[in-house]
């Protein structure tokens, strides 16, 4: 870090700008209160608009005149996304969703960290560390015979502490101060955790940006852009953020480990000597949910990369055929200015046909015949206005599929287990209406983005054909899980 790097931070960050701005205190405050406070991802814009206003009402009453904020809502917003970059508003199911910055994020946490602690715990982060430094040692090593002595070592501790329990009948447990140490140092990580989410998305943003660019240069083939998007995109999967996330990705959404998670959790907020130390803890009350739920977010910004890369590919294909027709259409209308005549007598060929050519003579055709009239000398008889029972039952028959009777399927499954694949489904809910509904589970999986379908592994699910005969159908590997707690959301009022 030298003189020069920290000048171009100092002139191009926008979290450092953003301390030179009058309206600093009422960003930091509210973006805390609805995002931190209230422990929000993303809020709707409307609410986030409206809870703003409010804010901003409430904080004016007790402001001098001077002092007083003079815009609404809605130019607040604009500031903060289109020139300091605090939030974002992006686009999700047909509606306006506001979210932190990478700049946002690191802002609110400087704020954070210069706020007087509760607790300011030493003993947990130096615990901390030496795990870690111990883990580093004991997991690096590919000395088999020492990383067996490290094993042993540790399991004549623990048969030594076994040992001491059993003689004095007396368990070395924790001190209120250490337990309030180490909540506080958890619920910090924690929260840091939640943070880097924004980093990590904003390098997915990054490379969709440098995608974007090479998309509008002009001297660059649709081939180079790929290979910019491809080479991007493994950049990001080797780097160190890349590789941690995923790893951390496939941690948290692993079944065994997110319910030994959850039960972790559990456990630690039905002890009674925990219940003072976390019952104002929402942190680690919705750790889970909010971790699954920023992991989406950070996979949902991938997909919409790919998605962007697809319309790349997609619009080069329409312009080189548009431009492959107007070459045609121009070598079209300079052969027909040609003066044939000249190649008459030349032995160089113009142009061949490959096999004889289609002649169709206009006389060829047939004469037309007219069609034969029917002439019928009784009238059609009325339709009876009386329906009997079986046309009833043939209009109750009809062919449909529903789906919330199919999604009641899966919630039912789901009860007792955490995830279940589409075979197991069919085998408690046999298929009744053939393909169709195969395919509406197919729909219900693709369309909730909790649900996997993998398309590395193919299954095989009988369905009964209307002759009563059974066929086979192979369809990809369909996982249904269970859906992730859902954050709460702000109402005005």
Same mark, same amino acid.
Do not use: C
């Given at each position: ?201 904003? /390098?997915?943003? &990054?490379?969709? #940006?440098? *995608? ?8 660059? +083939? %649709?081939? !180079?852009? =790929? ?76 997909? /919409?990369?790919? &998605?962007?890369? #697809?319309? *790349? ?8 055929? +548009? %431009?492959? !027709?107007? =070459? ?166």
């Amino acid at each position: 870090m030298d003189y020069h790097s920290v000048v171009d931070i100092y002139k191009t960050d926008y979290s450092i700008s953003a301390l030179r701005k009058d309206w600093l205190p009422l960003a930091v405050s509210f973006l805390y209160l609805v995002f931190k406070k209230k422990h929000q991802i993303s809020l709707a814009y409307d609410v986030f608009s409206e809870q703003l206003d409010m804010y901003i009402e409430n904080i004016n009453e007790s402001l001098h005149p001077p002092d007083k904020y003079r815009h609404n809502a809605k130019i607040y917003i604009d500031l903060w996304i289109h020139e300091s970059h605090l939030i974002r508003r992006i686009v999700y199911n047909d509606t306006y969703l506001i979210q932190l910055s990478s700049h946002g994020e690191r802002l609110l946490g400087w704020f954070e960290d210069m706020q007087n602690r509760s607790i300011i715990g030493t003993e947990s982060r130096l615990m901390n560390i030496l795990s870690l430094l111990d883990d580093v040692v004991t997991r690096s090593t590919d000395d088999v015979a020492k990383r067996l002595q490290i094993l042993y070592d540790q399991r004549d501790q623990i048969d030594k502490q076994i040992a001491h329990i059993q003689e004095t009948q007396q368990v070395d447990g924790l001190t209120d101060s250490q337990i309030k140490d180490r909540l506080n140092h958890a619920s910090n990580m924690a929260t840091q955790l939640l943070r880097d989410f924004s980093l990590v998305e904003e /390098r997915f943003r &990054e490379m969709a #940006r440098t *995608i974007q660019q090479a998309q509008l240069n002009p001297d660059m +083939r %649709r081939g !180079q852009v =790929l290979a910019t998007a491809l080479d991007a995109n493994d950049q990001l999967e080797a780097s160190d953020e890349g590789q941690s996330f995923r790893a951390f990705y496939d941690l948290i959404t692993h079944p065994q480990q997110r319910e030994y998670f959850e039960t972790l959790l559990h456990t630690i907020f039905n002890m009674p000597r925990l219940m003072p130390f976390v019952s104002d803890n929402i942190i680690l009350q919705h750790l889970t949910s909010h971790l699954l739920d920023a992991g989406e977010r950070v996979n949902r910004s991938n997909q /919409r990369l790919a &998605e962007h890369l #697809r319309r *790349i590919v997609d619009t080069s294909n329409i312009a080189q055929s +548009r %431009r492959v !027709q107007t =070459l045609s259409g121009e070598i079209k209308h300079l052969v027909s200015k040609l003066n044939t005549t000249s190649f008459i007598h030349s032995s160089r060929t113009f142009y061949t046909i490959e096999g004889d050519p289609d002649v169709d003579l206009p006389l060829e055709r047939p004469l037309y015949v007219p069609t034969e009239q029917i002439i019928n000398s009784e009238r059609p008889r009325s339709a009876s206005n009386l329906i009997d029972a079986d046309a009833l039952q043939m209009l109750y028959n009809t062919f449909y599929i529903d789906q919330t009777l199919l999604q009641d399927n899966i919630q039912r499954m789901l009860m007792s287990r955490q995830e279940v694949f589409l075979t197991e489904l069919v085998t408690s809910y046999p298929i009744s209406q053939g393909i169709a509904e195969v395919i509406a589970y197919l729909l219900i999986a693709t369309d909730a983005p909790h649900h996997l379908i993998d398309r590395t592994i193919q299954d095989t699910i009988a369905i009964k054909t209307y002759r009563g005969d059974e066929k086979d159908v192979i369809v990809p590997r369909v996982v249904f899980r269970r859906m992730p707690k859902q954050m709460d959301v702000i109402h005005g009022g």
